[in-house]
Structure formats: structure tokens, C-alpha cells
């Protein structure tokens, strides 16, 4: 039996990091992607300890800090008139104890470099995946376009990694449960001072700003109620200007630097996930299967847990041809229950720290809260969810430099002649 053959769709943190890890293990894999690059501002720029664990047992952790990037060991909040420790990584008994601040395109353009190392890696940039192939009730490819006319990719196996909008998981037919999301997130970037407060949040009255640090400026992130963003616009500017130092007030003298809404994005949130992952030939991963909130900025790293867990479980059996339903559902089972707790724990992080939406008065915590927070318990599990997750993963696939398998082939015209030529 021939080797199988994998096409990722969406060239995300799953995506590249699952490419990688099949690649990795000799399996010929090819990643789709539909941008032309990987620069797209107001993405979630936090690496956590769980994906630095990866990194440490592939053995790139070094090189990957050689990136430009900055170090969280401990996250504040505050709440009200009142401040938290959302987690202190120096409880963990990871290999890093603390996050990395990197944007998101250093972090794939990394990922990208180490898949090249192998060459069963492929990446398709300017990639649009438009359809799905189907033969004999089993997905077999995927229809895409590009800047040079359409194309095919035939594979023994596709992995929908293309996020929370995934045309991959659109096209199966799988059913998908909406879990609702009552907010949508502004994002801006503002400049930063020496002396700022060092707080990776500020929650009051329904709202939370969540202020990233990417060194020169904050990257920064206002909810608002779900659907109220246009409304905000209409309102202007300066409205928008006054609701972010009402909620962080040492903003004040930089939110000029927003002069209209075009250096604003919205972010429409939305968290549901599907009832099954896969089909015949299909499996959906990260926010494609699970889509996240925001909160705790952990859905990225749950993406990536999602990726080791599946090239783990798929790398034996691509070696034989293509996985069975069988193969497909065990890692369904490994990760649904960490990413249905991850999103039922979100909800209430959102709950009791940023109150309801249509709070009016002063927010402090609740009296039970802020008598455990004179504990470390709460503080320690905060940590654990946010810094290395319900279940943590780890690489149990082999470096076989030498394997190489069949090439994914791919048509460059649908309706004509089809050419066959390894990636």
C-alpha cells in the first residue's frame, strides 16, 4: 500500500504547526492558504507555556526565542476599583514559566521555516479552498482558487484548520451547534509609555480592554455588545475615544492617535463547535471544530493542542494510505472534551470578571471571589487554564528526515487536461 497524503487548509497556528509535525514524520503534506503573506494585524500574539512545551520537544525552543518578542510572567487584571492576578506562570511545571508576546505572522513565518526543513513540507500560498472533491461517499480533495485560474488538490486525507469562518466546514455538511456569544471586539493599537501600568487588563461595567504588549505600542482589544459595533460608528470617534479612557485612564493622552474608524477592527466572535469533526476523508481542527472566545486568549494554543494530538494519532496510519473514520474519531475524542470545558470555563471567566453587558454601576468581584483571591487557589487554577489548558499534549511522532512519500497532485485546470507534479 502507498503512502497517504495529507492538504491542510488554512496556513493558521493549527494548520502549519499539524503540516509541520506530519512533515516531521515523512508524511507528504501540502497547506493551503488563501492570503498572499502571513501580515494580518489584531491576531492573538500570545504563545503560552503549553505551545513553548511543544516547542522544547521538538527541540526549536531556542531558536523560536531568538525571534524578537517580549516575556509575561505574571497577568493582571484590574476589576473595577479592585486588581487580580489573572495567572503567575511560576506556578507551572512547564519548561517556560511564561508567556511570549510575538505577532502572530513571526509565529507562522517560524513554523513555515521549520516545515521547509523537510521535503514532504508544501505551502500554497493565494489558495482559496472553494469546494470539496467527493468520490464513492469519501471526501478525496479540495477545489480551490488561485491568482492563476482554478485548481484541484487530490489527497487521501483533508484537515479543515482554516478557522472560525472555515469554508472546509462549510462545504461537509457537518452539523454545527451555536453556543451564542454576546460580544464582538474592537481592535487598535495605541502607543506606549514608559511607566505604563503593566496590567493585561481592565474590566468595569460590562467592558473589558485587554492591552497586549508588543513592545512600541499596545495592541489592543475593547468588547462591546454583539452587534453594537455599528452603532459605536455612528456615534463617531470620539465617543469611541471616551469609552476606551473611561475604561483605562492612563490612555488618555494617546487615543487621539485613533483619528477615524479605518484604524479600528472588528472582530465578530462567535463560539460554537461541531457535533462530529470529521467525515470519510475530512477532519475539521482549532476554531474550525471549536470556535473560541476571545477570552483568555487561549484558543490559539488549544488549536495547537489540537494539531499535536492529531499528528500523533495520523501519522502511523498515513504511512499505510488513508486513515479510517476510526483513526478520525479518536481524535475527536481526545480533544472535544478539553475544548467543550475550555469554552464553558471562558464563559464564566467572562461572567464574573467582565459582568453582565448592560452593567451600569461600579463592577467589583463578587464577595465570594474576592475572599478566595486571599488564596492562591484561585489564582493557580487560572493559571493552569490559561497557561497550559485542560489537557496538555505532547509530540509523539518520530523526526524522519528521510521519508518521502507520493506527491499530493494537483489540476491545474478543472475542465481540461489535469497535471500531475509533486509539491
Not at 507562522?108 to 514532504?120: I, K, M, S, V, W
Not at 511607566?195 to 505600542?217: I, K
Not at 495520523?314 to 478520525?328: F, K, M, V
Request: glycine fraction near 10%; hydrophobic fraction near 40%.
Amino acid at each position: 500500500m502507498s503512502p497517504g497524503t495529507c492538504c491542510i487548509v488554512g496556513g493558521g497556528p493549527a494548520g502549519m504547526m499539524l503540516g509541520y509535525l506530519l512533515a516531521r514524520a515523512g508524511i507528504e503534506v501540502l497547506v493551503l492558504e488563501k492570503h498572499a503573506d502571513f501580515l494580518r494585524d489584531f491576531r492573538g500574539d500570545t504563545i503560552h507555556p503549553s505551545t513553548l512545551e511543544i516547542m522544547h520537544e521538538l527541540g526549536v525552543l531556542q531558536e523560536f526565542l531568538k525571534r524578537p518578542h517580549q516575556k509575561s510572567y505574571r497577568a493582571r487584571a484590574r476589576i473595577g476599583d479592585g486588581e487580580i492576578v489573572l495567572g503567575d506562570m511560576s506556578y507551572l511545571r512547564t519548561q517556560c514559566r511564561f508567556m511570549v508576546m510575538m505577532p502572530q505572522w513571526d509565529f507562522l513565518d517560524f513554523l513555515a521555516e521549520q516545515g521547509r526543513r523537510y521535503p514532504t513540507f508544501h505551502l500554497k500560498m493565494q489558495t482559496e479552498v472553494t469546494g470539496l472533491i467527493e468520490e464513492q461517499g469519501r471526501v478525496a480533495g479540495v477545489r480551490g482558487q488561485t491568482p492563476a485560474g482554478p485548481v484541484e488538490v487530490r489527497a487521501d486525507l483533508v484537515v479543515g484548520a482554516d478557522g472560525r469562518t472555515s469554508a472546509v466546514r462549510s462545504c461537509s455538511g457537518l452539523a454545527i451547534e451555536d453556543l451564542g456569544a454576546p460580544m464582538d471586539v474592537l481592535w487598535m493599537r495605541l502607543p506606549k509609555c514608559p511607566g505604563d501600568p503593566v496590567m493585561l487588563a481592565y474590566a468595569d461595567r460590562g467592558r473589558a480592554l485587554v492591552l497586549l504588549d508588543r513592545g512600541s505600542y499596545w495592541q489592543c482589544g475593547l468588547s462591546v455588545p454583539k452587534g453594537a459595533a455599528e452603532k459605536l460608528r455612528e456615534r463617531g470617534i470620539e465617543d469611541f475615544r471616551a469609552l476606551i479612557v473611561e475604561t483605562a485612564s492612563f490612555l488618555r493622552d494617546r487615543v487621539g492617535e485613533l483619528r477615524n474608524w479605518n484604524d479600528v477592527r472588528l472582530l465578530t466572535v462567535r463560539v460554537d463547535r461541531l457535533r462530529q469533526w470529521y467525515r470519510p476523508g475530512l477532519l475539521c481542527i482549532g476554531d474550525a471544530a471549536h470556535a473560541m472566545s476571545p477570552v483568555g486568549g487561549v484558543g490559539i494554543n488549544l488549536a495547537i493542542q489540537d494539531a499535536v494530538a492529531a499528528a500523533n494519532i495520523l501519522a502511523g496510519p498515513l504511512r499505510q494510505g488513508p486513515p479510517s473514520t476510526a483513526d478520525l474519531a479518536r481524535i475527536q475524542r481526545r480533544r472535544e472534551f478539553p475544548a467543550r470545558l475550555t469554552q464553558r470555563v471562558q464563559a464564566l471567566i467572562r461572567k464574573q470578571v467582565g459582568g453582565s453587558l448592560d452593567d451600569s454601576g461600579p463592577r467589583r468581584l463578587p464577595w465570594p471571589l474576592r475572599l478566595l483571591e486571599r488564596t492562591t487557589l484561585p489564582r493557580r487554577m487560572r493559571t493552569r487554564f490559561i497557561g497550559v489548558g485542560i489537557r496538555l499534549e505532547h509530540v509523539k511522532t518520530p523526526d524522519v528526515s528521510n521519508a518521502h512519500s507520493g506527491p499530493v497532485t494537483h489540476n491545474q485546470d478543472m475542465n481540461g487536461p489535469s497535471s500531475t507534479e509533486p509539491l
